[in-house]
């Protein structure tokens, strides 16, 4: 027994469009096969989740599906009959990321014109946290089919030349006509009738390319882009498919990102705690400094305004928040132990916070605001 789509992408009945459109993105990025490679329980959801979505995000299969359940679309086509494959998966990603992309990036690959399209090629880039703060070019290198010069087509027998074929079936609705590429000529309307030499049965060949990938800033890890036409050749003269670079954000040393925000621990000695200090710092702007008051507490988080990510729609920057740690040493020499004892009851060094020193749980709730 199937299971209930609603379950699936852990929505309830009630969920708005927008709450469904956010949990399947939630799960195409956790379970994606570039994340989880030759996983197939992590496939499996993936492919559950995306037929969730392709009736959950359609407001008429929705509404026959609350209705009918399941029974509403068996032996109509689609998922349920095998007649989607990984590329049509990845032609909704377009509904749901590409929308964030500007210039040559129009979501995660498919196109409504299957029938005459390529294949898509998958890339993974890897990029420091630098460079997903101001944006990067990146020349990436890879094989693509292209059309051997010399093949002879024909047109499809099967289809006759429309790259698609038409099946009526009979459902609980009523008589339902259901279109699919056409198994013979994958869409293309046409078959080889003469390879050109070194060519594959289709008469295409792999050729090295580099192409020019421009990644905007803010990107997040788990993001896919898509560059128009750099997959494979169609068979014949179809559309190209598209190239899919899936970002892979590098930890880095020193900054965590919390969306657009990133944090920076701060290590200071107790003299420099005791008396103040101006700090240099990294960002992903460049160096700078910061002052230090004396008397500074471990735990004090300082805001930076605008030292974060920028947002990938266009929504401002996040900030760099600054966590101060006061380092206290591990071993003394036998003057800094009698120095200490001497202070251990002196009242400047006893503990006496005032109330606007916040609790860690109140600093941590102001890190969120």
């Known amino acids: 027994m199937k299971e209930d789509y609603y379950k699936i992408l852990g929505v309830s009945k009630g969920a708005t469009e927008s709450e469904i459109k956010k949990a399947y993105r939630k799960s ?31 407001s008429e299969k929705r509404a026959k599906y609350d209705q009918f359940g399941h029974a509403a679309f068996e032996g109509a086509g689609g ?41 898509n090629l998958r890339i993974k880039v890897s990029l420091t946290i630098s460079e997903i703060a101001n944006g990067v070019n990146k ?75 421009k990644i905007p800033p803010g ?13 494979n050749d169609a068979i ?29 621990d701060l290590y200071v000695s107790i003299s420099e705690a005791v008396l103040g200090i101006s700090k240099e710092i990294n960002t992903v702007s460049g160096k700078v400094r910061i002052k230090l008051e004396a008397g500074i507490q471990s735990g004090k988080i300082l805001r930076l305004r605008g030292k974060g990510l920028k947002s990938i729609n266009g929504y401002g920057t996040g900030d760099l928040l600054v966590h101060v740690n006061v380092w206290t040493p591990k071993t003394l020499n036998k003057e800094q132990r009698e120095f200490f004892e001497k202070m251990k009851n002196n009242e400047h060094f006893t503990p006496s916070p005032d109330k ?13 605001s």
């Open 79 to 119: 998922f349920g009959s095998g007649g989607m494959n990984m590329d049509d998966i990845f032609s909704q990603f377009g509904d749901i990321f590409g929308s964030a992309f500007g210039g040559g990036f129009g979501g995660f690959g498919g196109s409504s014109q299957r029938r005459s399209k390529g294949t």
């Open 219 to 231: 990107v997040e890890d788990g993001m896919q882009l898509r560059v128009a036409g750099k997959g």
């Open 139 to 213: 020349k990436i290198k890879v094989k693509r089919k292209i059309q051997a010069p010399g093949t002879d087509f024909s047109v499809c027998s099967s289809c006759q030349g429309s790259g698609q074929v038409t099946q009526i079936t009979n459902t609980i609705l009523g008589r339902m006509q259901s279109t699919t590429t056409c198994s013979t000529c994958s869409g293309s309307g046409k078959t080889v009738v003469r390879k050109a030499p070194g060519s594959d049965v289709n008469g295409q060949i792999l050729s090295d390319e580099t192409v020019e990938v």
């Open 28 to 58: 195409a990025i956790k379970y994606h096969p570039d994340k989880n490679p030759d996983n197939k329980e992590a496939e499996a959801k993936f492919k559950q989740a995306a037929e969730a979505y392709e009736v959950l995000g359609n």
């Open 236 to 264: 014949s003269d179809g559309i190209s498919g598209d190239l899919i670079v899936l970002i892979n954000e590098l930890p880095d040393e020193n900054l965590k990102r919390e969306g657009n925000n990133l944090h920076y």
């Open 356 to 368: 606007n020193d916040k609790s860690f749980f109140e600093k941590v709730k102001d890190m969120f």
